[in-house]
């Protein structure tokens, strides 16, 4: 399957949901990168050296569902691949592996919430950045107000979203979501940073 069609398929996948409806955007030509177009770029150099961009982080979290093999307990995930993307409409991205186990969880939900942490809240990112188990067990939260998606306590800012489209990139997928609403109870408090694989 190509990209196009796997964006396609992550579209019908996401409208599956039924209470979400995703439209699919118009998609350029696409095909697959020749083997002699390929930088020539080893994997290691490329995390080494793109180590030096600090990124804040996130954890983007789901309400539970039950559908599929869902045991009925909210999903989530760190994030450090978050950006704003749009003001009009109010569009942000994130990335997230095409073989992780929670994303498949928050596109049956259709929504999600990125809750963008403070300097003091590494050990909730660790948390999170585990695979399997509840995550959100024992995390003080409530509800997101338009999602439901878990809102962390002692977050620098939310942003309550509907998924909007998903797009393809290489062993990645990119999750744009249209906010609904969103949020801030500290804009003085200090984030939390990752840079050369590790928080500061």
């Keep these: 399957m190509g990209h196009a069609g796997m964006a396609a398929a992550a579209v019908r996948y996401l409208g599956s949901a039924g209470t979400h409806p995703v439209e699919p955007l118009p998609r350029p030509e696409l095909r697959a990168v020749r083997e002699g177009e390929r ?13 030096n961009f600090a990124t804040g982080v996130t954890v983007v979290t789901a309400p539970a569902v039950t559908q599929g ?20 409409p109010p569009l942000v991205a994130f990335m997230v592996g095409r073989t992780s186990t929670t994303w ?3 596109a049956r939900a259709g929504v999600f919430c990125v809750n963008v942490l403070a300097a003091h809240q590494g050990g909730l990112c660790r948390a999170f950045a585990v695979s399997g ?68």
């Design 39 to 51: 930088a020539p770029v080893d994997p290691a150099g490329f995390r080494r050296v793109l180590g």
């Design 69 to 88: 093999a869902d045991d009925g307990s909210p999903a989530g995930f760190a994030c450090q691949s978050f950006s704003a993307l749009c003001l009009d």
């Design 104 to 106: 498949p969880r928050i």
């Design 133 to 200: 188990a509840d995550k959100s067990a024992g995390v003080a939260h409530d509800a997101a107000p338009v999602s439901g998606s878990p809102r962390l306590a002692g977050v620098l800012a939310w942003i309550d979203c509907t998924v909007h489209a998903v797009h393809t990139g290489g062993d990645h997928l990119i999750v744009v979501g249209r906010v609904d609403a969103l949020g801030t109870d500290d804009e003085e408090a200090a984030p939390l940073l990752f840079h050369k694989g590790r928080f500061l």
